[in-house]
């Protein structure tokens, strides 16, 4: 068992409250479609919360501004295709780092997930992307 102090890396919860590691959790049915298992990952802090709604208003204004520009990029170096699956279909750009935990519209917090991906992602944070971007 981790430290009591720390926090689940994907749910951002301390701990003894992250429910990440049960059998069906959102964090594992979304690595089961990856073809992934769960391995636990704290941190020593936790993810900002309580981020003001004028703030994800502005981010997600800012996601809008350049949706074209970073999807373009994000097909270009890693493949048009769901960073979790591989689905090629219905694809969105996701926030690696939620809004709602204080992430930023900025591309090198940004992945394509398929739709289906996207939404058992929900506000995870779960980063998909190779570690090594293909030139
Ligand atoms: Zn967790
Ligand atoms: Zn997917």
Redesign the pocket.
């Known amino acids: 068992m981790p430290d009591s102090r720390v926090f689940?890396?994907?749910?951002?919860?301390l701990?003894r409250?992250?429910?990440?590691?049960e059998a069906g959790?959102d964090?594992q049915r979304f690595m089961e479609r990856g073809g992934k298992s769960y391995v636990?990952c704290w941190r020593g802090s936790p993810y900002k919360r309580g981020v003001p709604p004028q703030i994800k208003r502005a981010e997600r204004g800012n996601l809008q501004k350049q949706y074209k520009i970073w999807y373009a990029a994000l097909a270009e170096s890693n493949g048009e295709c769901c960073a979790n699956c591989g689905e090629r279909k219905d694809l969105v750009l996701d926030h690696v780092l939620p809004i709602a935990k204080g992430g930023l519209s900025r591309l090198d917090n940004l992945q394509l997930l398929c739709a289906a991906c996207n939404r058992i992602k929900g506000k995870?944070a779960i980063d998909c992307r190779p570690a090594k971007h293909r030139e």
């Open positions: 689940c890396s994907y749910c951002g919860r701990s409250r992250c429910a990440c590691h959790s964090l636990p995870l």
